[in-house]
């Protein structure tokens, strides 16, 4: 049994764990915040990929230093990376251009060009098994093409985020099936690019992305130079990683049928492990592989903790001010509906979406009120997957909650009324951190398959297990549908 590093390099910040395979405890943890590049245009998000690099740096010295003599234990390090983003790379190996985000909503009118060449919705979803959403990787590598053409005559190499920190840890560039499923390029049912997709927006395309291995293979082994630097020992393997989605399946044990887990971050996810490809032929539920080699449908919002975090800063409150103040209001806050689309959404697909708040009335229009509006209308907006999920045949026995809202121990409750299931959190709630540092100690212990080791340390805390309420889950199904309208009403108006 070995220490390993599990390191979640996401949006908000990069997170850097050791985990005790024995104790089943975390030893040392450390966390590097940042933001987004300012001053950028409407809808367009990016991140210098060196912000990532130096956090990698940061938190891993941290870690090292809090193991003290215990760092020679690590035999292993896994990476979890916020999916989708576009690291674009010279034929050195150099980043080219900050990259763009999941979040990036710019690419609309090359994702309507890609649409459009293959037929429609339908066309694309034969390829590759989703549709082209502005969040996924392959209408970025487009727009470079079409709006920075000197930069795109540089590329060579395609990387997604947690591929760009393996590369800094091996030298080695690929990419595993999990990761590569959300680029918009990989046919999920097959796991080969998809060449047809690939030439329309560029015959040379295909020769600059990397091979695609197995996500159950070791990547390679950690730069000399670079455990020299941390105090890490020779020969520390590195793993295949994955996309933030597919780390936290492994982290909270989402690894065989019948278990969903649900994601309150940044933005929101709900997925679940299948032993097929799940594929929505209207294209709302993502068709993603995961990183066992199964596959992982996945709905995706963009609007979480976005949204709590503004009403938060709003009235200046602490995290408990906030639960406080939406604890004393009743479920369904009292007709008051927010659709929290502040940056576009995904799920429903609306990059141009914004917020709104409806049925505000003089009983409504407090704090507490808004508070509490918010919360359910991001946690509806997730439900509005779920019940998609359904539809294709996936159907939980459980949710496991993960992520920042699931510390709150309201956010728990709504979630399983909202949900219309139990709902229970992980010992470790750094989801994907853990899944990461599980995969990798799978390939140094292979006598365990991943699936294996998730189901022996994902420990879950059954004294935070929430049962739905029959009451409020009926309330909650009359508001998700009133959402669901009004939506869709705003949207054949024009409005989004």
């Not at 049994?1 to 975390?26: N, P, W, Y």
């Amino acid at each position: 049994m070995a220490i390993t590093l599990g390191i979640d390099c996401g949006t908000q910040s990069t997170k850097t764990i050791a985990f005790d395979s024995v104790t089943r405890r975390v030893l040392a943890q450390a966390s590097r915040a940042y933001d987004v590049l300012p001053g950028l245009p409407a809808g367009a998000m990016e991140q210098h990929p060196a912000t990532w690099a130096d956090a990698l740096d940061a938190t891993i010295r941290e870690v090292t230093l809090q193991l003290g003599s215990r760092a020679d234990e690590v035999k292993a390090i896994g990476v979890s990376g916020q999916q989708h983003g576009f690291v674009p790379l010279d034929a050195k190996g150099q980043v080219i251009r900050p990259a763009k985000l999941w979040c990036d909503t710019s690419t609309v009118d090359e994702c309507d060009e890609i649409t459009r060449h293959f037929g429609g919705m339908t066309g694309v979803i034969d390829h590759v098994g989703n549709a082209m959403l502005p969040g996924y990787t392959a209408p970025k590598i487009l727009w470079l093409k079409r709006k920075e053409p000197e930069n795109f005559r540089k590329l060579q190499h395609v990387l997604l985020p947690h591929d760009y920190l393996n590369f800094i840890l091996t030298g080695k560039m690929s990419m595993e099936y999990g990761d590569a499923s959300g680029t918009a390029l990989l046919d999920v049912r097959t796991r080969t690019w998809s060449r047809p997709v690939a030439n329309f927006i560029d015959p040379h395309l295909i020769e600059m992305l990397p091979e695609l291995k197995s996500s159950r293979q070791p990547l390679g082994e950690l730069k000399p130079d670079l455990a020299a630097a941390w105090g890490l020992p020779k020969g520390v393997l590195v793993s295949a990683g994955g996309g933030d989605n597919m780390m936290g399946a492994i982290g909270t044990s989402n690894v065989t049928p019948g278990c969903i887990t649900a994601s309150l971050g940044t933005s929101g996810t709900l997925y679940a492990c299948m032993d097929r490809p799940v594929i929505d032929p209207e294209g709302e539920i993502a068709a993603f592989c995961d990183s066992t080699d199964a596959w992982l449908p996945l709905l995706c919002t963009m609007n979480v903790t976005v949204a709590t975090e503004q009403v938060r800063k709003l009235f200046g409150w602490q995290h408990d001010d906030y639960e406080t103040a939406a604890a004393a209001i009743p479920a369904g806050a009292d007709s008051l509906l927010f659709l929290p689309y502040l940056q576009g959404e995904r799920t429903p697909n609306l990059p141009g979406g914004s917020g709104v708040l409806h049925g505000l009335t003089t009983r409504n229009w407090t704090p507490g009120h808004l508070a509490r509006a918010t919360m359910e209308g991001v946690t509806l907006g997730m439900a509005y997957g779920l019940e998609r999920l359904g539809a294709l045949g996936v159907k939980p026995r459980e949710i496991r909650l993960t992520g920042g809202g699931s510390r709150s121990k309201l956010w728990r409750q709504m979630c399983a009324d909202i949900f219309g299931a139990p709902v229970i959190t992980m010992a470790c709630p750094e989801g994907a951190a853990l899944g990461a540092a599980i995969q990798a100690l799978a390939v140094v212990e292979t006598e365990k398959s991943v699936a294996d080791w998730a189901a022996q340390l994902a420990e879950t805390r059954e004294d935070e297990r929430a049962e739905p309420q029959r009451e409020r889950v009926a309330i909650y199904r009359e508001i998700l549908a009133r959402q669901t309208r009004l939506t869709r009403d705003l949207t054949r108006g024009g409005h989004f």
